[in-house]
């Protein structure tokens, strides 16, 4: 059974800063590329960004130069650094990854930006 869990969000005024973490369990985490996505209310989820297994990275253009996506393969862990945050970045944000052709997802974390 594979498990996502995410932690890490909150409230946080616009040009602050958060990081976020998803713990997964389940799979030999080192050889799956991971993701993060976000849905924010009234609109579609929307990929953040992803990690390979190698390490290499993609953004979505909105969040680029201000998101860092980053792994730990001994605990197993994904991570988000969220910097220059910014009232369009309040959404639910879920850690993703695709075992045996399934998606699985956590349940999500909320992260509210004020102005």
């Known amino acids: 059974q594979v498990w996502l869990v995410e932690s890490g969000g909150g409230l946080v005024q616009s040009g602050g800063s958060l990081k976020l973490s998803c713990a997964a369990s389940?799979?030999?985490?080192?050889?799956?590329?991971m993701r993060w996505y976000r849905q924010a209310p009234g609109k579609q989820r929307e990929l953040v960004a992803e990690i390979n297994q190698g390490g290499g990275t993609n953004y979505a253009d909105f969040v680029k130069g201000r998101f860092t996506i980053s792994r730990n393969n001994v605990w197993n862990k994904l991570y988000l650094q969220m910097d220059s945050l910014n009232v369009d970045d309040t959404a639910v944000y879920y850690c993703?990854?695709?075992?045996?052709?399934?998606?699985?997802w956590g349940q999500g974390t909320q992260v509210t930006v004020s102005s």
């Open positions: 993703n990854t695709n075992h045996r052709s399934n998606d699985y």
């Open positions: 389940g799979i030999n985490f080192r050889l799956y590329t």
